[in-house]
């Protein structure tokens, strides 16, 4: 267990519907990642938080919006969804903002999302 | 930009022998991080081993260990006593010292014959 929880599991959707996913870092980390797995893409990342603020953006599509609220946890919001947004769906975090000794990003155990 | 590529995308194993799974990275950065992750079929992202790029000493984690080639960006994991539990999707992944996340090579599927 690396102490990172997601929700939900499985998420099953029609296609051009709203859907958010939930992750929980571990205790006393200020970091999260988003990243998706798909067939095609491979593990690819979307977007970090720090410490509420967002830090660094990878390959996010518009209609994919994040959040990290005070708690420090994180929500991902996925809107007009297309059956190309199935995927898994990890959450990862990490003590600091980047990379470094004390960063090692552990990660949560997915959310899979099917759109059809 | 930095990128990961992993050459094999399949790989096999007898129980109980030494298995090594390649990795080539290429990165800007001056300070950067290597990873292996195994995800098995449950689909968890499980850390195997992280090295840093300054060390030149070998990292090493029980029977996983890395072959760290600085100068030919070459990154293979080895896998010592396999066991059945081993089976998995290995994964390398790198980390600038500027950029937290992890950019990932396409994977390694290893099977683990009895």
């Known amino acids: 267990d690396s102490g990172v929880t997601q929700t939900p599991k499985h998420l099953i959707t029609a296609t051009g519907q709203r859907v958010t996913l939930r992750c929980s870092p571990r205790s006393g980390d200020l970091s999260v990642y988003w990243y998706q797995q798909s067939l095609d893409q491979g593990l690819q990342f979307l977007i970090q938080y720090y410490n509420g603020e967002e830090r660094a953006k990878g390959n996010i599509l518009e209609r994919f919006s994040a959040q990290q609220f005070p708690d420090l946890h994180s929500e991902l919001n996925l809107s007009s969804l297309e059956l190309g947004d199935s995927a898994l769906y990890f959450c990862?975090?990490?003590?600091?903002?980047?990379?470094?000794?004390?960063?090692?990003?552990?990660f949560g155990p997915g959310t899979r999302l099917t759109v059809l | 930009a930095q990128t990961v590529t992993q050459s094999q995308p399949e790989m096999s194993v007898q129980e109980a022998e030494t298995v090594t799974l390649s990795c080539t990275y290429d990165?800007?950065?001056?300070?950067?991080?290597l990873f292996w992750y195994k995800q098995p079929p449950s689909r968890q992202m499980i850390l195997v081993i992280r090295q840093e790029a300054y060390k030149q000493q070998n990292a090493t984690e029980n029977r996983f260990s890395v072959n760290f080639q600085k100068a030919a960006k070459s990154f293979s994991l080895k896998i010592s006593d396999s066991q059945l539990g081993d089976a998995a999707m290995y994964f390398c992944a790198s980390q600038g010292g500027s950029q937290g996340n992890l950019i990932f090579g396409k994977g390694t599927k290893l099977s683990v014959k009895p």
């Open positions: 990165t800007s950065e001056s300070d950067y991080y």
């Open positions: 990862a975090s990490s003590a600091g903002p980047s990379g470094g000794s004390t960063d090692t990003q552990y």
